[in-house]
């Protein structure tokens, strides 16, 4: 299962971007999907994540109210729609998916990982 993630680039602040991930693989399967980010400096943190229907979603608390996550399973793409940027959103973002309906908050619950996309903020 391969994952590529783009959509990133500079913004300014209060600008919108959405980032796609598209999956592909032989063998794809079920699988929830999940944004994490990492800026220089600190750890990889949670965004926001999926199940396999898209029936449930969950958000960092930064997230909430600015980011929709979605999913198409006919194309196999994710997405991250984020509004209202601000210079603490700098970072790169990565997709990962998780083999099994269910999504987690926990990055090392993730075995698929796409490459990153810069996303950088100025404010």
């Known amino acids: 299962v391969q994952l590529q993630a783009s959509g990133g680039g500079l913004v300014q602040a209060g600008d919108s971007l959405r980032l796609s991930c598209a999956v592909s693989?032989?063998?794809?399967?079920?699988?929830?999907a999940g944004w994490f980010r990492q800026a220089p400096g600190k750890e990889r943190a949670f965004v926001a994540a999926?199940?396999?229907?898209?029936?449930?979603?969950s958000y960092a608390e930064f997230a909430e109210g600015r980011f929709t996550i979605t999913r198409d399973n006919a194309e196999n793409m994710v997405y991250l729609q984020m509004n209202n940027l601000n210079s603490e959103d700098t970072a790169v973002y990565y997709c990962?998916?998780?083999?099994?309906?269910?999504?987690?908050?926990?990055?090392?619950?993730?075995?698929?990982w796409g490459q990153g996309t810069q996303v950088t903020v100025s404010s």
């Open positions: 990962a998916a998780k083999p099994a309906s269910v999504y987690s908050t926990d990055h090392r619950w993730y075995r698929y």
């Open positions: 693989g032989r063998r794809t399967g079920m699988y929830a």
């Open positions: 999926i199940t396999w229907n898209g029936g449930s979603t």
